[in-house]
């Protein structure tokens, strides 16, 4: 709640790990000050929310009954750290691919970093809007390549 309190209007906040109860006013700061809401996970949640939905690489609950009831405007996000996410981004007609990690990162201690050259690759070849997610922070996003349509950071708001 803090952190989308503080994000500029038109950004988009991934609610990922939030007690479910917490979601409807996260919801109403979002629509209260412009910002896209996703929820990481939960289709169904997505939906009653009327928020858009962030697919992690795993199988989800709830996401054939959010690609049947999707409302115009809410965005469909996934996960995306090498070719199969790729293909499955295009399956599902995605509207943005976070492309992670570009970066060693304290939330995914010991995962291989795809460094920019292979984030770039990855984001040429996605078919979609490319984000750049793991390890970024105030020193390293001048290192996100310009292919970049932006960034996403855990805990981080800039500085």
């Known amino acids: 709640m803090a952190a989308a309190a503080r994000l500029p209007r038109g950004a988009a906040v991934v609610a990922r790990g939030m007690a479910p109860q917490a979601l409807p006013a996260l919801a109403?700061?979002?629509?209260?000050?412009?910002?896209r809401l996703l929820v990481a996970g939960d289709g169904r949640a997505a939906l009653r929310?009327?928020?858009?939905?962030?697919l992690p690489?795993?199988?989800?609950?709830?996401l054939l009954a959010f690609l049947r009831a999707?409302?115009?405007g809410a965005l469909l996000s996934l996960a995306v750290h090498g070719r199969r996410g790729l293909?499955?981004?295009?399956?599902?007609?995605a509207d943005a691919a976070l492309i992670s990690p570009i970066f060693a990162t304290q939330s995914h201690p010991g995962a291989r970093p795809?460094?920019?050259h292979g984030w770039a690759w990855l984001a040429r070849h996605a078919g979609r809007p490319a984000v750049a997610l793991?390890?970024?922070n105030g020193r390293s996003q001048r290192r996100v390549p310009g292919r970049a349509a932006g960034f996403a950071a855990?805990?981080?708001?800039?500085g």
């Open 114 to 116: 795809l460094g920019p």
């Open 87 to 93: 293909f499955r981004g295009r399956a599902l007609r």
């Open 28 to 35: 109403r700061l979002c629509r209260q000050r412009g910002l």
């Open 49 to 54: 929310l009327g928020a858009g939905l962030h």
């Open 154 to 158: 855990i805990g981080w708001l800039g």
């Open 57 to 62: 690489e795993r199988p989800i609950p709830g």
């Open 70 to 72: 999707r409302r115009p």
């Open 134 to 136: 793991g390890g970024v």
